[in-house]
């Protein structure tokens, strides 16, 4: 049986901290697709409005997972670099209770879709457990993203990386950062 690759994760309150750290993955050869976003749809369209205007543009389009009923586009122009995960790959979007939802960008995104509906029905606190997060980070991370927060997390290629994400995490203001 093939060990679970454990990941680091962190939930950022701060639409800057979120946007560094995102960055930081970048400057460190993390594409897109490894990293993990997760935000609420409010968090998405106050942090990062498609009306913005010409400043950090990035074209996007539908790539919502078919057969799921997510359909839709992200939207036409997300303005940030972390919000441009979300217009690309695989997005999936999650209920939440009370009519949001969750946007999920990167690899937890196609695990989801590739379980089918039911990855989905069990919760977002189910799907991050199934992701390898903790129970109890899971529910600190489902509390954060209802109230704002955006959270980020990438399988490390090796534990001095893992050393390194979790540091900047921490310096960036990540709550909950957690090698597992």
Do not use: W
Request: one cysteine or more; aromatic letters at 6%; glycine letters at 14%.
């Amino acid at each position: 049986m093939a060990e679970k690759k454990k990941i680091v994760t962190a939930v950022f309150r701060d639409r800057l901290d979120a946007e560094r750290a995102f960055d930081y993955l970048h400057a460190k050869g993390y594409t897109d697709s490894e990293i993990n976003v997760l935000m609420s749809d409010q968090t998405r369209s106050t942090f990062y409005p498609t009306s913005k205007k010409d400043d950090d543009k990035h074209a996007a389009g539908s790539m919502a997972t078919e057969g799921m009923g997510v359909g839709g586009a992200i939207g036409t122009a997300v303005g940030a670099t972390l919000a441009a995960i979300l217009a690309i790959g695989t997005t999936l979007a999650v209920p939440l209770t009370g009519g949001a939802s969750l946007l999920v960008a990167g690899p937890l995104a196609a695990a989801l879709a590739g379980g089918g509906a039911g990855a989905v029905t069990g919760g977002l606190i189910g799907a991050l457990v199934g992701a390898g997060i903790t129970e109890q980070n899971a529910k600190a991370y489902e509390e954060a993203l209802r109230n704002g927060g955006v959270a980020l997390g990438v399988t490390p290629r090796n534990d001095d990386h893992a050393d390194d994400i979790e540091a900047k995490f921490k310096e960036y203001n990540g709550e909950n950062v957690c090698y597992c």
